[in-house]
Nanobody, 126 residues
Framework: QVQVVESGGGLVQAGGSLRLSCAAS????????MGWFRQAPGKEREFVAA????????DYADSVKGRFTISRDNAARTVYLQMNSLKPEDTAVYYC???????????????????WGQGTQVTVSS
């Protein structure tokens, strides 16, 4: 059974940092790109970052570029999102997902993704 489980969220003051983790199981993790998305209250889910199967390519939303870093450990079947210089507008539920439409792709894309987890809440206070 395909499963991803996010963790690492919490409450942090503006300017602080958090590191999110996403543990994957039930599929060939190392073959596919992984992505992070977020959804704030009353808003649609939006793309945050993606990393290719071999970490050779990454992509970031303009709103997080320079502040967030996505990485992965294929041996541990885990993808991470290091979030620095957090802002109140980063408050959202953060989800990870996998792009299983492309195998061993050297490029990353912003969709489609599947196998969504339950998400982890990130709250940034001003």
């Amino acid at each position: 059974q395909v499963q991803v489980v996010e963790s690492g969220g919490g409450l942090v003051q503006a300017g602080g940092s958090l590191r999110l983790s996403c543990a994957a199981s039930g599929f060939a993790f190392r073959m596919y790109a992984m992505g992070w998305f977020r959804q704030a209250p009353g808003k649609e889910r939006e793309f945050v970052a993606a990393v290719s199967w071999d970490s050779g390519s990454t992509d970031y939303a303009d709103s997080v570029k320079g502040r967030f870093t996505i990485s992965r450990d294929n041996a541990a079947r885990t993808v991470y999102l290091q979030m620095n210089s957090l802002k109140p507008e980063d408050t959202a539920v953060y989800y990870c997902a996998t792009d299983r439409t492309r195998v061993f792709s050297s490029s990353v894309y912003r969709g489609p993704y599947d196998s969504w987890g339950q998400g982890t809440q990130v709250t940034v206070s001003s």
